[in-house]
């Protein structure tokens, strides 16, 4: 059987991402933009680490959930973030459901973006990115819908740029990829596409004091104080 690698690990995906980033960068158009760069929680965070360590840069979050169903909960039928941010499935595949279900599923995705954001937040900086260059990183994008909240999220708060980035993303969602942001940087582009997993050699479950301890750590290291 032909292996699908093509990362070692999710630290491999980020710097690997910081290479292509620090070239794409030097453009006139954002290389004088101060930089934050902005992780999906949990996987995102150990790929955004290096990226923000190699940008020299502030590392935080945001909190996108994805909105499903009980019967099938790998399903997205949208995504949500803590701030409240909403975006659906163009799919329509919860068919006739009333507003009351579709209220509740996205109330529980909501709770649930809320809860981690709650847990996380601590090891941020309170950074205001209006006029920077947002960089927002996941470890992979399957169906976009996470990554797509945050972004729409992220544009309320006035950056002067927002570059979508991800080590690996089906080649069919690229061109919306891009109309979500100013710019879509993604490592590989494979046209058959089942997990983002499939793409790593080690791709385990990361904790949330394993996401919290990465993100005290680099905060810590950038605080100039």
Same mark, same amino acid.
């Given at each position: 059987m032909l292996s699908t690698s093509l990362f070692c690990d999710r630290a491999d995906a980020g710097n690997q991402l910081a290479r292509r980033l620090l070239s794409l960068i030097t453009e006139a158009e #954002?290389?004088?933009?101060?930089?934050?760069?902005?992780?999906?929680?949990?996987?995102?965070?150990?790929?955004?680490?290096?990226?923000?360590?190699?940008?020299?840069?502030?590392l935080d979050?945001?909190?996108?959930?994805?909105?499903?169903?009980?019967?099938?909960?790998?399903?997205?039928?949208?995504a949500v973030t803590?701030?409240?941010? #909403?975006?659906?499935?163009?799919?329509?595949?919860?068919?006739?459901?009333?507003?009351?279900?579709?209220?509740?599923?996205?109330?529980?995705?909501?709770?649930?973006a809320n809860a981690q954001k709650a847990e996380l937040s601590i090891g941020c900086q309170k950074e205001n990115p209006?006029?920077?260059?947002a960089v927002? #990183?996941?470890?992979?994008?399957?169906?976009?819908?996470t990554i797509a909240a945050a972004a729409q999220a992220l544009k309320t708060h006035q950056p002067g740029q927002i570059w979508i980035c991800a080590p690996v993303a089906p080649d069919s969602l690229i061109p919306w990829l891009e109309g979500l942001c100013d710019r879509a940087v993604i490592l590989h582009t494979p046209d058959i596409f089942l997990s983002v997993s499939r793409f790593y050699d080690k791709f385990p479950q990361i904790t949330t004091q394993e996401a919290l301890l990465y993100l005290q750590e680099h905060n810590r290291l950038s605080d100039p104080g």
């Amino acid at each position: 059987m032909l292996s699908t690698s093509l990362f070692c690990d999710r630290a491999d995906a980020g710097n690997q991402l910081a290479r292509r980033l620090l070239s794409l960068i030097t453009e006139a158009e #954002v290389s004088l933009l101060p930089r934050i760069v902005y992780a999906l929680p949990r996987g995102g965070i150990p790929v955004a680490a290096p990226i923000a360590r190699h940008l020299g840069c502030p590392l935080d979050i945001i909190v996108a959930k994805k909105i499903t169903t009980i019967q099938n909960p790998e399903l997205a039928l949208g995504a949500v973030t803590s701030e409240g941010n #909403v975006i659906w499935s163009h799919q329509k595949l919860w068919g006739g459901a009333n507003s009351a279900w579709r209220q509740t599923a996205l109330d529980y995705a909501r709770d649930k973006a809320n809860a981690q954001k709650a847990e996380l937040s601590i090891g941020c900086q309170k950074e205001n990115p209006q006029g920077k260059l947002a960089v927002l #990183v996941d470890d992979g994008i399957a169906t976009g819908m996470t990554i797509a909240a945050a972004a729409q999220a992220l544009k309320t708060h006035q950056p002067g740029q927002i570059w979508i980035c991800a080590p690996v993303a089906p080649d069919s969602l690229i061109p919306w990829l891009e109309g979500l942001c100013d710019r879509a940087v993604i490592l590989h582009t494979p046209d058959i596409f089942l997990s983002v997993s499939r793409f790593y050699d080690k791709f385990p479950q990361i904790t949330t004091q394993e996401a919290l301890l990465y993100l005290q750590e680099h905060n810590r290291l950038s605080d100039p104080g």
